[in-house]
Every structure is written in C-alpha cells, then in structure tokens.
C-alpha cells in the first residue's frame, strides 16, 4: 500500500507537538503558503487577499543586510473569510514544531524536501531559488525532529538537485509511519534581482 | 480487469501477480518463503521487462506531492525502480512514469551493494531470488 503523507502548519503562538496547540492541516489542492511583510489586508484572519495587497504587502530588495521576510502565512482555503493564518513560529528564532510532515508507512528510500521552479522539477533558475544555485536559494530550512534548531540558526538552503534537505536526517528509509518537523524561512540578500516568484516545494518519497 | 503491474514465477513454479496501480502494488505481500525465479513488469509502452537470475529483488515506487506552486495537491507518481542484486553488484531499473520526451523508458544504472544509495534502503523491499 502506498504511503500517504500530510503536512500541518502550527498557526498556533506555542511551540508544542501535533496535536497539542494549534494545527492546521494543509489540503495540497487547494491551500498556500504566503511569504509576505504584511499590512492591510494580509494580516492573521484576513480573508483571502488580493494581488494589490500582495504586491503591496512585498518585501524590499535590502541593500545593507540580507532581510529575512518576517511573516509565513497558511492561506486556508476552507477558512471561508479568514483564510489567512499566520504560522507565526516559523523564522530563526528557536522554534522547533513549525511545519509536519507525517508519513503513515514506511518507505523504500529516505524522503526528501526539495525546492524546484516548477512541477517539471529539472530546474531552480529563479532567483529566489538561487538563479541555478541551490547554495544561494532564499529558502532555508531545519530538520527539527530530533531537537530545536537554536537561536537564530541559520539552516539549509532550498534549491534544484543538489540542495536538498533529507528528511530522515540522513539515517535512511523510514522504517514505519513517522512525523518530521521542520523550520523554514525566506532570507533575501543584499541587492538580490528583484522577482515575483512562484517557487515549488516539493516531497520526494517511495514506498514498497 | 486490469493487468497486474508485474507477475513472479516462483522457482517452484508457483505464480504471483503484483497489483494493479502502483499505489496498491502488492510487493510486500510477495510470500517470503518463496524464491523469485523471473519478473515480468510492465511497462508504459505495453512492453514488459523480464528479470531473473539475481539473488534478490527490490522494488518501489518513486512520487513527488507539490507543497506550493501549481500543480499541486496530489501524489504524481514518478518512477518505479526495480533492482536486482548478484555478486555483490546491484542492477537499478528505473521505469520512466512521467511524460519526459528526453529521458528513456528505462534508465539502467549499476551500484555496489555498500554504494549508500543501496546500503540505506528500506530492507523489508528486498525479496529472495532462485534460479
């Protein structure tokens, strides 16, 4: 039997395991994710923003120090009129249960969370994806299963096929059902081209 | 009825017939007491791939669940990679699944069997194999 995966987001304020808290499960048809600096209409329980209150709402091409967008949203597409909730845990600060994976079997290999320009999954040229480096990809993540990542950790980038992140931590394919948690953020350096991406995140599993 | 995805002759003479999709593919169910002596897997083309004459056989299916971006929601089932190992060497069958013009039907690449790619394998996708 195939294995299934499900993610939750913790829109939650406490850095506490599934089921503990507040989760939302992520429905893959239809719900995103939202890097945004916020403002008016792309706020906590707001409702589905439109593109001006995105592009409003963009972050600016620092020119000193990198700039890490400070707000991940889960937009909740079955939150009819609140839609927008905010996974306020992820960034660098030390938090541990932001995102979960949970795998309900085993798998034949080590899942893996990769980053790709679009479903063809054969390129990351993108800027914020590194513009064909993976190493230079805005999107960093930590594996935070086995512990909390640290203050102000600084994690793994994001980005085509050789930057990615093992989601067993390297030890192999996943003997049984598992849940893997995970920090992310979006970090854009100095004088980075300016974009509007859409970038995927993708997991990569097997079963038997 | 659909065709199994592949069919085991037993070196007993006794037969298995895998599932029919691959997310129900039936591999874990192969009794382990009985030695595989050939595999017939289908293949996208209507062609079937034979193997036998290894000491044991892996098999799973590779997919990938897009988190953002488009096209995204379900499970897309990529590749199916079906090994066999003997003499300590292991020979990967991967079964293109997707619609990729420039890759071939079926890519053949050989490991070690310590290479990591095949010492970290799921160990329970491993059957025995007879001549």
């Given amino acids: 039997m195939a294995t299934a995966l499900t ?9 506490v395991a599934h089921p503990s808290g507040e989760w939302e499960d992520v429905a893959f048809l239809t719900d995103k994710l939202i890097w945004t600096d916020g403002g008016t209409g792309v706020e906590d329980g707001d409702d589905t923003p439109s593109d001006a209150e995105l592009n409003e709402a963009s972050p600016v091409i620092p020119s000193v ?24 845990l992820a960034g660098s600060d030390d938090n541990r249960y932001v995102l979960r994976f949970y795998f ?17 999954h054969d390129s990351n040229d993108s800027p914020c994806l590194g513009a064909g480096d993976g190493a230079d990809s805005y999107i960093k993540v930590v594996r935070t299963t086995d512990g909390s990542p640290g203050a102000s ?11 990615k992140s093992n989601m067993n931590g390297g030890a192999g394919a996943l003997g049984s059902a598992l849940a893997i948690y995970y920090n992310i953020k979006v970090v854009i350096p100095v004088g980075a081209t300016a974009s509007a991406d859409s970038p995927v995140l993708t997991v990569r599993w097997t079963w038997l | ?24 593919t039936g591999w874990t169910t192969i009794p382990d007491e009985n030695k595989i002596k050939t595999i017939f897997y ?3 083309n209507r062609g079937y791939l034979r193997l036998e004459g290894y000491d044991k056989y892996f098999h799973m299916i590779e997919a990938t669940m897009n988190l953002t971006g488009k096209k995204k929601g379900k ?12 003499d300590n060497i292991v020979t990967c069958y991967k079964i293109k699944l997707i619609d990729r013009p420039t890759e071939e039907i079926i890519n053949i690449q050989t490991y070690n069997k310590n290479d990591e790619f095949i010492r970290k394998l799921n160990p329970l996708g491993w059957k025995l194999g007879g001549i």
């Fill in chain 1, 7 to 15: 993610m939750s987001c913790n829109t939650g304020v406490s850095d």
């Fill in chain 1, 65 to 88: 120090t990198p700039y890490e967008i400070p707000k991940l949203f889960l937009l909740d597409y079955s939150d009819t009129g609140q839609e927008l909730k905010e996974i306020s």
């Fill in chain 1, 104 to 120: 309900d079997g085993g798998t034949g290999t080590e899942p893996s969370l990769e980053a790709w320009d679009d479903d063809a």
């Fill in chain 1, 153 to 163: 950790w600084t994690g793994d980038p994001l980005g085509g096929s050789t930057h």
């Fill in chain 2, 1 to 24: 009825m659909r065709e199994p995805i592949y069919r085991i002759t037993f070196d007993n003479g006794n037969k298995f017939k895998g599932g029919t999709n691959y997310f129900k």
């Fill in chain 2, 42 to 44: 289908r293949l996208p």
């Fill in chain 2, 75 to 86: 499970p897309k089932i990529r590749y199916v990679y079906i090994m066999g190992e003997k």
